[in-house]
């Protein structure tokens, strides 16, 4: 079994489903020749040639509308969008078509196609490059959204979302493309969406979270634990649909959730989870549920280490919760 960064696993899954499926195509900017500005379809247009791997002009609404009449008439497009800041381009063919063809066409038609996109910061891209706007397709009804943090998990989840029958938004945490590796295994196997992984268990606190912030959470549990905190961090990998039952299982356990994720704080993500636990297991709480998240202001320029969160602000909410 190899050991990889999660950029090869991305690429591993689209050259292993393009062998093994030729409906499947690549397209977005700079895919082919250039082999992606990660480089995570590096290699494909060698291989299958320009038919099949599509460098496409600088417009994410013609790339995301081209992939849905592509998926309509059998094709298993896989959209890449450069950076996840500029997916707001194709955002009206997204949730006005691709989310609803479904349920607009009674059942005729479907759109089986992925979107592909990095997201988050810490690369110093800026505000323009370093955006986390999964909440916005969350809250889209029609479409799946799925961010892994393992290279195990990016390939599977990505083969996953090329096999299913609707929309799968997926955005790949960059900072992680190349810090983080892992065993991957050759050949095929899949990740389930909607099913999260248990990182590491813990009876005190429950961090939940998904993407670059696993690691982050990881490292404050690792802190916590020598301050005798137990922790348990829960990695939810699918956004939506999410895993329901294993976060009432931690909370149920731990009694002080903890939501980290690196989005802004007002109408993120964890908003919906701190409602769902709250709606559920409000009696289970031993302290407030408590969220880690970007500050709500565009993403900085210079300084993102103090906007985006971190173990020393993951740690002071671990405090928080065990002293309350």
């Known amino acids: 079994m ?37 480089l995570c379809t590096e290699g494909l247009y060698e291989e299958f040639g320009p038919d099949r791997v599509i460098d496409t002009p600088l417009a994410e609404s013609a790339i995301v509308g081209v992939a849905l009449g592509m998926a309509i008439y059998g094709l298993r497009p896989v959209a890449e969008i450069q950076f996840a800041d500029f997916i707001y381009g194709g955002f009206d ?7 609803k063809i479904r349920y607009r066409s009674g059942g005729q038609f479907s759109a089986p196609l992925v979107i592909r996109a990095p997201y988050g910061g ?15 397709f969350i809250h889209t009804a029609g479409l799946k959204v799925v961010i892994p943090s393992t290279p ?17 938004i997926f955005f790949e945490p960059k900072r992680i493309y190349r810090s983080v590796k892992g065993e991957v295994p050759e050949g095929d196997y899949t990740v ?9 268990e813990g009876s005190d606190v429950s961090l939940i979270t998904y993407g670059a912030m696993v690691y982050e959470c990881e490292a404050a549990a690792e802190k916590a634990e020598k301050e005798g905190i137990s922790v348990e961090v829960l990695d939810l990998r699918s956004l939506l649909p999410f895993d329901g039952e294993a976060i009432i299982k931690t909370v149920r356990k731990t009694g002080r959730p903890i939501i980290v994720h690196e989005a802004p704080k007002i109408c993120g993500f964890g908003a919906e989870i701190a409602a769902f636990i709250a709606e559920r297991e409000i009696l289970s709480l031993q302290s407030p549920i408590i969220r880690v998240a970007g500050y709500d202001t565009p993403f900085p320029l210079v300084h993102e280490h103090l906007y985006l969160p971190n173990e020393r602000r993951i740690l002071d909410a671990i405090r928080k919760a065990i002293s309350f």
Request: charged share 25%; hydrophobic share 40%.
């Open 2 to 38: 190899a050991v990889i960064p999660l950029a090869q696993a991305i690429n591993q899954a689209l050259r292993e489903e393009m062998r093994r499926d030729d409906r499947v195509i690549v397209m977005g900017e700079d895919v082919g020749r250039r082999g992606g500005v990660f």
């Open 93 to 99: 063919q997204i949730v006005s078509n691709i989310a």
């Open 122 to 136: 810490g690369v110093k891209g800026g505000l323009h490059h370093s955006q986390s706007p999964e909440a916005y």
């Open 152 to 168: 195990y998990d990016a390939k599977g989840l990505l083969i996953s979302a090329i096999r299913d029958e609707d929309p799968v």
């Open 192 to 200: 389930p969406i909607g099913v999260s992984r248990l990182v590491r």
